[in-house]
């Protein structure tokens, strides 16, 4: 009598490893699975709760890349950090507001996001989106490598540049490429590696005290100074890609082969 276990076990894996490369889609990382999967606003809640996302209050040398070219002096203020709901108008996501009325230079305010342990970002993907009101003159998202490193990219807001303020623009970064990414207006790093990527800083310049007036009042809180707005922040983890699994439909294919001449 024929034991016929061991080709039905191949048969299984094989049509599991054929389904997968018809419909590769299947092999997209789940939220739970992600790096990082802030949508909603118990995401940004729990992440400000437990020291994931927290302002910035040092000075980091990403910012001068980017700002310190533009021509003129500013300073860095810590903001407020806010996770907010459908009450704001923009969805869910994370306000944050800030302001130094004593200062007529333009204002720098960072939150940071650290990975609660550290991930190879090579082959990842971060998305998010930024709503930056009129006022607003630049927005940047920095990585942080575990050495030191770091790589940034900016983005002009109004004028000539891609973002529109009070309009949401998405951002895609693949943290190994090292060029200008998702229409940023300039991009710089410094030996940054992103296989012990640490955090993301996320910042905006807004434009002098004086011109304030400039500003829609804040969502929520009120009151005429600078804020921005961010939504679904994700960090993907890479998908295998499909010469990968063809390899393991090939080597699938070949253990049936060989379970069929057992079986003989």
Do not use: C
Not at 9 to 30: C, D, E, G
Not at 56 to 76: K, N, P, S
């Amino acid at each position: 009598m024929v034991d016929r276990k061991p080709l039905a076990v191949v048969v299984l894996l094989v049509a599991l490893s054929t389904f997968l490369l018809i419909f590769p889609q299947y092999l997209q990382a789940n939220p739970s699975d992600s790096f990082v999967s802030l949508k909603t606003q118990s995401d940004w809640q729990n992440a400000l709760a437990d020291g994931r996302i927290a302002s910035v209050t040092t000075y980091y040398d990403a910012l001068g890349a980017h700002y310190g070219v533009i021509g003129e002096d500013f300073i860095q203020v810590p903001p407020e950090l806010l996770a907010a709901g459908s009450e704001s108008g923009l969805g869910d996501g994370l306000l944050m507001y800030w302001g130094n009325s004593e200062s007529e230079l333009s204002q720098v305010a960072t939150w940071q996001y650290t990975f609660p342990e550290d991930p190879n970002l090579i082959g990842s993907l971060i998305s998010t989106t930024v709503i930056a009101p009129a006022g607003v003159q630049s927005v940047s998202l920095t990585i942080n490598d575990g050495l030191g490193g770091w790589i940034s990219w900016d983005w002009n807001v109004g004028g000539a540049g891609p973002v529109t303020p009070g309009v949401p623009y998405n951002v895609v970064i693949n943290p190994a490429v090292f060029a200008p990414q998702s229409g940023s207006t300039s991009f710089a790093f410094a030996g940054f590696n992103p296989a012990i990527a640490v955090s993301l800083q996320a910042d905006e310049l807004a434009v002098g005290f004086n011109n304030w007036n400039n500003f829609p009042p804040v969502p929520i809180i009120g009151g005429i100074k600078p804020w921005n707005y961010w939504t679904s922040l994700t960090v993907a983890p890479p998908v295998p890609e499909p010469s990968t699994m063809m390899l393991l439909g090939a080597g699938l294919l070949g253990l049936l082969a060989i379970g069929r001449r057992k079986i003989k």
